[in-house]
């Protein structure tokens, strides 16, 4: 067996280069030509020379033993709250927590309608600045005022909903929320309002968050960096001349300036996980079937997750304890376990063994593998034992994910505004012509090379409890002069995306967390995945990590509940 991920060399494009690909590969014998030139150089031919006769798996949906959790059912959320009481605020956190928020509003020092008035001012004073975070597409002032006084009112009669009663959330474009169009980054999609919150949303206002808006995203997700020709590109408010990541870059935003404590994402290829890692945050992708997709819009069915950014590990697990369980909407969701908690209040590793393929751990640019092997000693310290693992046919996956999220992305969009791809930006009509390039037989052997990827995974999992491995391969972008426009940069993206398509493609739960920081003070994240099921493990894990981990105050820190 060998490892055989490989680095993509592919030249980056931005701007008028940019402009002027998109018309060759759309278009005539030159795009044949080009566009096979870029098949080619994705990597296609290890998904064509496969050999794999597995049947095709087309949704990963994970077996588990015992009854399925019952509609409507949901965790405690002021049990979990107390239940994690140990588990610190990282040292140097500069934003204010789920925690944070329920203890002002508990004292009184505060209420949710002054928060409210304070974020949408700070929202509006930030627009003005000459490097804005640029976090929402969308804000409604007077559905929030709204939410608020209700909230305070529950307060005020002393009958808070629990410990989000009252914190804002901010959403993805991708998802539905009541009264706000649902655009996915684009111009041409959602005409209309949506009727109804999706069910993560409709988890997290059930449980008494304050909706703030919908945040910006790369345009139908089909990026790593955030930048969207639209609306324009979220800056890292840890560094502002750097992209948040992608494809949830609002969130992200949002959530590490601290206008909100945790934020809504998708992720179809690391877009939770990856904008969290970058803006020094905690993401979440839950296993699938976990969170209810009902009301998440179809770009790529079969490997994407709603899931929670948030500036703590306490955070992401509160968040995705009001998001998870069953929704009679999601059949998926309705085929989960029950959502659990275990040894929530240990502040140690003992007996948890951690999983480590070298050669994939050590992909990566030198000061992440250097602060990821420093964060693993720590967990050694803790009372984890290493275990050397293998997972083979990693390359042969990475195309099939490529092939598999970019297929339905097509799919997806001709289904809603048919062939016209010119009500793009060039960026997404170069992803879009690229997959018109992949072939049925293409889609197939990808799902074959599916059923692989997941037995490879279950395989290093029954050696382990976790896998770990770096969150990124580099750390977050700058952001170019040309790139207000889209930036084509294959090369790129795949080291960024290089440990996180796999469990998007095998279904398995996954988490990224801050490990330290590099140069220009960029966030430097780990990643764990575990057995299906097991995101209480992972959030501990994540807990554990912050203990030792000190955290930098963002560069642009907005925050309602401080002053």
Known sequence: MSYDLKSVKMPRLAGGALSALVGVIENGVGGILVGGKLVADTGIGALRASTAQDAPTFLPTCPFDGPAATPGERADLNELLRRTAGWAKPEGLATSTIADFHAAYQSARTTPIAVADKLLALVAENDKAPQPLKAFVALDADDVRAQAKASAARWAAGKPLGPLDGVPVAV?????VQGYRTRLGTKALGPEPAAADCGAVAGLRRAGAIIVGKTVMQEIGMGVFGTNAHFGAPRNPVNPAHHTGGSSSGSGAAMGAGLVPVAVGADGGGSVRIPAAFCGGVGLKATFGRVSEAGASTICWTVGYVGPLANTARD???????????????????????????D???DDLRGVRLGVYRPWFQHASSEIVAACEAQLQRFVQRGATVVEIEIPELETARVAHLVTITAEALASMEAQVGTNRAVFGDE???VLALATRFNGADYVRAQRVRTRAIR?????????DVVLTP???LTAPAIAADSAGGVSDVSAATEIMRFAFLLNFTGHPAISFPVGSGAHDLPIAMQGFAQAWREDLLLRLAAVAERDVPRRAPAIRLDPLAG
Do not use: I, W
């Open 172 to 176: 993805k474009d991708e998802v539905d």
């Open 316 to 342: 992401a697990l509160l968040g995705y304890a009001a998001m998870a369980g069953a929704d009679p909407r999601d059949p998926a969701s309705c085929a989960a376990p029950p959502v659990t908690f275990a």
């Open 344 to 346: 929530l209040e240990r």
């Open 428 to 430: 997404t009509r170069a």
């Open 456 to 464: 490879h995974v279950n395989a290093a999992l029954a050696q382990c």
């Open 471 to 473: 969150a990124t391969g």
